[in-house]
């Protein structure tokens, strides 16, 4: 039986952690409403956020005196103390509310698709109401974009794009100025697995979207380079990336030089200008140049995108765990875990 499935949100640096799913409330969301939708953004005890529809419009809170269903459109902010036994409700009236949440899971619809986060693990919500959401900001699936719960390096899954260029798959987020290394040091390193290689070139993590851009990708001939597209690149020899194998890649920015790494070992370095401050959105699994689209059948894990920072300045051994997010350079970390 086929087991992919439908990828979670990873959003800008969430850490889903698998979770019983225990009590869930009944109060579920109407499946029409002439309102706009509640999001919430969840901070997680490891430095992460979630960000997603919840699957219900009301909290079951056992205070001091009675137990209330309490709305969360009423609701600005949730804080649960570090006793984590009580949490605070700040109302968007001005009062504020304290007692024990009756729940043991929350249930979100993000842009991927559900995703369920074990209260434990929360230490602070965020109520976005209407024109103020936040859900749409950050990470869109494109097309087939999945979950592959049969191939992935950590955790239970990895993102999967199959490499159809009619309808292609892949990951978009907004421009940010976190995407701009042109300034400062810079790191985007994953994992990446080749299912078959690509016709002309696989694009990986891309902001040219027609403009001479930077774009990172792989070559039929098994080359891996970072360029502005259309214009120059950094390179690795022929078959360095081959079908079948999971790979670990860095491309790391240290002042004007640009290092590719694969599997901890330099495999390319210049200093070549490939380094744009891009009004583009940022894309991973596709790009576009000159009005062709590149893309390839492979799988993606544990993404991160760290600005401010050389995360390495010479050959290493690359991580045996997932990342956490722990540092203020980590701009974007994608697990790639999830399911529907």
């Given at each position: 039986?086929?087991?992919?499935?439908?990828?979670?949100?990873?959003?800008?640096?969430?850490t889903l952690i698998p979770l019983a799913w225990g009590?869930?409330?009944?109060?579920?969301?109407?499946?029409t409403t002439n309102e706009p939708p509640i999001s919430l953004v969840i901070a997680l005890m490891d430095g992460s956020r979630l960000i997603g529809v919840?699957?219900?419009?009301s909290i079951p809170v056992q205070t001091a005196y009675a137990k209330l269903d309490i709305a969360l459109k009423h609701v600005r902010s949730i804080t649960v103390e570090k006793n984590r036994e009580l949490a605070v409700f700040e109302m968007t009236?001005?009062?504020?509310?304290?007692?024990?949440?009756?729940?043991?899971?929350?249930?979100?619809?993000?842009?991927?698709?559900?995703?369920?986060?074990?209260?434990?693990?929360?230490?602070?919500?965020?109520?976005?109401?209407g024109a103020q959401s936040e859900l749409t900001d950050y990470v869109q699936a494109i097309g087939n974009a999945q979950m592959d719960t049969t191939e992935k390096k950590f955790g239970t899954g990895s993102l999967l794009i199959d490499g159809n260029e009619v309808n292609p798959s892949y990951l978009r987020l907004a421009d940010k100025d976190d995407w701009n290394f042109t300034a400062t040091h810079g790191t985007i390193d994953f994992w990446v697995?080749?299912?078959?290689?690509?016709?002309?070139?696989?694009?990986?993590?891309?902001?040219?979207?027609n403009a001479q851009n930077t774009a990172s990708y792989i070559k039929p001939s098994g080359i891996i380079a970072i360029g502005k597209a259309g214009l120059?690149?950094?390179?690795?020899?022929?078959?360095?990336?081959?079908?079948?194998?999971?790979?670990?890649?860095?491309?790391?920015?240290?002042g004007n030089t640009t290092t590719i790494y694969v599997d901890g070992i330099n495999k390319a370095s210049a200093d070549t200008a490939v380094w744009t401050d891009s009004d583009q959105n940022l894309t991973i699994g596709a790009g576009w140049y000159g009005g062709e689209l590149y893309t390839g059948n492979?799988?993606?894990?544990?993404?991160?995108i760290s600005k401010g920072i050389a995360r390495w300045i010479n050959d290493f051994t690359p991580s045996t765990e997932p990342y956490a997010y722990?540092?203020?350079?980590?701009?974007?970390?994608?697990?790639c875990d999830g399911a529907r």
């Open positions: 039986m086929n087991t992919v499935k439908r990828m979670s949100v990873l959003l800008a640096v969430l009590q869930i409330a009944t109060n579920e969301q109407p499946a919840p699957g219900i419009v009236n001005g009062d504020r509310v304290k007692g024990a949440m009756i729940l043991k899971t929350l249930d979100l619809q993000t842009a991927f698709g559900k995703v369920s986060v074990g209260l434990e693990q929360i230490t602070k919500i965020d109520v976005s109401y697995k080749v299912n078959t290689m690509p016709s002309v070139a696989a694009h990986l993590v891309s902001t040219c979207s120059n690149e950094i390179a690795s020899a022929r078959g360095v990336i081959r079908t079948g194998i999971w790979y670990h890649v860095a491309f790391v920015k240290n492979i799988w993606i894990d544990e993404l991160r722990n540092d203020a350079n980590t701009k974007l970390l994608l697990h």
